[in-house]
């Protein structure tokens, strides 16, 4: 895909003579309504708002549902879909499998040093580890001081690994040097914050001023464990829950060690030439205490409160004009990319497989005009096998089409092949792809295509019309059909319909038959009764079945996923227009619970199904609606229907997990127990592969 057309750009006072230094502040997990600002001082954050204060804050900003998405758009450039990190998996559980942002990729500190830049990373990592090659300072980085998984313990440095086994997770990495820091972890470590801090004041005062610099500080504050200094706990005592009061207490530490960070740079004479850009990668996580109101939704979510960034700039090269501002263009975390390479004189062309998704939008925001963007793109997510993934041979698998109230795991079928739905009964409607079949005979017997005919049995698979979800036969107790993506067929894979007796009958059990309870349930295997007529349609592709008062319903797909042109199966797909209009296909909630996405969150459940919302499609008036109370779809057909077009020629350029190369071993998504036995060995989680290990 091309990146969106740029304009010509003025030349703008801000921008003149030697190029910036940039500083990227990341605060992780922080909410909406988790600065001072917005929530009446509830936390204090007092420097942080002053910064904002003289600043540009960016009101239509947008970033992933969660972390390692987003910050592999802050160091690529481009969409999560397009480099394979759009599903559930945000390269976890990490540390344990062997992941990461393909290398073919030029992360932005690579960009920049083509253009004189030294670059530094501080914090949170979560872009891959599994060889050196992977670790900051071979992506661009001269130093690195920080932690590779997706959070850890404030204090101690500690890290659950997916295999049970806790180790430290802090490196302290310089050029080709990868190594363990093991002088800041342990019950008598460095808080975090300070940590960081400090060692970003000690790289500002060894740099040459007249080089310029890039300096990522990924902060794990605020993300869980809530964890913070009794003294900055202390001072948020009128916040009576104590979760949310620890939580304060990591915002507290953040705003009081940012403002060292830059008297740094103005005791080296930096200062006057440097941009900050302070964001966070996603909203807040409502089981973390993070507070994303008004806003609906939270972490994991595709609501505005899981994706509208908290975001500003603050430099003393902003025109005065604007400074204080409020910037009301469309905006998202891959346009840092091409901005930064802007201010830098850096080029984006040749630094990935494909090329950049993000636009310039310095001069537009510096000068509070409309932004260049035609669209942002929250996410695509196809229901393609190459997007399944597991954890391990005896975990759950995910698939980008396992948005299911229940999982019912099949040790008999490859896991890596799994996804599940359920089918139930529906009116039936022949113009509904939902209730499409194809029946694929195989040979014994009297096997036909007919099922009308005089000896007809019809005897094999029964597949969705794509071929990606087929029925399978539980081999537990409990005898639920279910769907499934079995690449090899297995006896618990085949059906027969008899055309005398119109028996539904599964191949493992022939003693039981397929049948529903009454017109509106879902199906099961039991003892075989009188009464129920099934057959399967050939012109159709129906699978139906006659009641004994005549009434005949149709087989469909619990919570069936869009289906597009060339059959594409949508999992999720959702984009926002310039005119802030935002059209969401699939789902946008936590994956296994249904919730329309205001608090509290409820229970996960494993019962009877429960209606999400989106779908068949929502549509939302984000000027007029920003806390997406009024789905507008019913209003709008023709402007949905656009929208919906949209997202499936979107869809054609998505990048599975299987063909990004983002997991290069053998081992794919599958816990590799070699991480472990690596921790094992040193105490550390650190890279534990060499390039030979690699598959791919």
């Known amino acids: 895909p091309q990146p969106q057309p740029q304009p010509q750009r003025p030349n ?113 990592w979560h872009l891959g580890f599994l060889t050196n090659e992977y670790t900051p300072t071979y992506r661009g980085f001269e130093h690195f001081l920080g932690y590779y998984s997706g959070a850890e313990e404030h204090f101690t440095h500690k890290k659950q690994g997916g295999g049970g086994y806790t180790a430290f997770d802090l490196a302290n990495n310089t050029a080709n040097i990868v190594q363990p820091c093991r002088d800041a972890v342990g019950d008598n470590g460095t808080y975090s914050t300070f940590l960081f801090g400090n060692e970003s004041i000690r790289l500002i005062n060894n740099h040459d001023p007249n080089t310029p610099m890039y300096m990522y500080l990924a902060w794990d504050n605020v993300h869980d464990p809530n964890e913070a200094p009794d003294y900055y706990v202390q001072e948020n005592d ?50 973390g205490s993070g507070n994303n109101m008004p806003l609906r939704g939270g972490k994991f979510t595709f609501w505005e409160g899981g994706i509208r960034g908290t975001a500003f700039v603050h430099s003393p090269l902003l025109p005065k004009q604007s400074r204080g501002k409020q910037w009301f263009g469309l905006s998202h975390a891959v346009d840092w990319y091409s901005t930064f390479a802007y201010l830098a004189g850096a080029d984006t062309k040749n630094t990935g497989l494909l090329s950049a998704d993000g636009v310039n939008i310095w001069e537009e925001l510096v000068s509070l005009q ?91 698979t029964i597949c969705d019309v794509t071929g990606t979800r087929c029925f399978n036969q539980q081999k537990s107790g409990t005898n639920t059909i279910f769907y499934a993506n079995p690449m090899e067929r297995k006896a618990n894979s085949y059906y027969s319909i008899n055309a005398t007796n119109h028996l539904f009958l599964p191949s493992l059990r022939p003693h039981e038959c397929v049948e529903a309870d009454n017109v509106s349930s879902g199906v099961q ?14 012109s159709s592709k129906q699978l139906m079945v006659q009641f004994p008062n005549s009434t005949t319903r149709c087989i469909g797909q619990t919570e069936p996923m869009p289906i597009g042109p060339n059959n594409t199966i949508l999992t999720f797909g959702s984009i926002i227009t310039s005119d802030m209009f935002k059209y969401m296909l699939g789902y946008p909630g936590v994956d296994t619970i249904a919730w329309d996405g205001w608090v509290p969150l409820p229970q996960a459940t494993n019962d009877e199904p429960v209606e999400k919302p989106c779908l068949n499609g929502c549509l939302y008036n984000l000027t007029a609606d920003p806390t997406e109370r009024n789905n507008i779809i019913d209003q709008f057909p023709s402007l949905a229907q656009q929208l919906r077009a949209r997202i499936f020629d979107l869809a054609k350029s998505e990048v599975t997990i299987k063909d990004s190369g983002l997991c290069p071993t053998p081992s794919y998504t599958h816990i590799d127990p070699k991480c472990v036995a690596k921790a094992k060995e040193t105490g550390f989680w650190e890279p534990w592969l060499t390039q030979d290990d690699l598959s791919v």
């Open 525 to 538: 295997q039991t003892n075989c009764s009188e009464g129920q007529q099934w057959s399967y349609n050939v």
């Open 12 to 124: 703008h006072e801000s921008f003149k003579g030697s190029k910036p230094h940039i500083i990227q502040v990341v605060v992780d997990d922080l909410g909406w309504n988790d600065l001072g600002w917005r929530n009446g001082n509830e936390t204090k954050s007092f420097n942080i708002n002053g910064l904002k204060e003289d600043g540009i804050e960016l009101m239509r900003y947008y970033v992933f549902r969660f972390c390692s998405p987003s910050r592999s758009s802050f160091m690529t450039g481009r969409y999560p879909y397009h480099i394979g990190q759009q599903t559930l998996m945000n390269l976890n559980p990490t540390p344990g499998i062997a992941c990461g942002i393909n290398r073919n990729y030029t992360f932005l500190p690579g960009m920049l040093k083509e253009a004189g830049y030294k670059s530094y990373a501080l914090g949170k």
């Open 370 to 460: 409309k932004s260049p963007r035609k669209e942002v793109t929250v996410n695509i997510e196809t229901a393609s096998p190459g997007n399944v993934w597991q954890t391990q041979l005896t975990d759950k698998a995910f698939g980008t089409n396992a948005q299911t109230f229940r999982r019912i795991i099949n040790k008999e079928t490859p896991l890596s092949n799994y996804i599940s739905v359920y089918p139930i009964l529906e009116e039936c409607n022949a113009s509904d792809p939902h209730q499409q079949f194809t029946f694929t005979p195989y040979s014994k017997g009297n096997t036909t295509n007919d099922p009308a005919s005089a000896s007809g049995v019809l005897e094999g």
């Open 238 to 287: 009128h916040i009576q829950n104590k979760q949310r009061r620890l939580f304060a207490g990591m915002v507290e530490a953040v705003d009081q060690a940012l403002p060292k960070v830059i008297q740094a740079l103005k005791n080296k004479g930096m200062w006057d030439n440097t941009i900050l850009l302070f964001t966070t990668d996603n909203g807040g996580n409502l089981g």
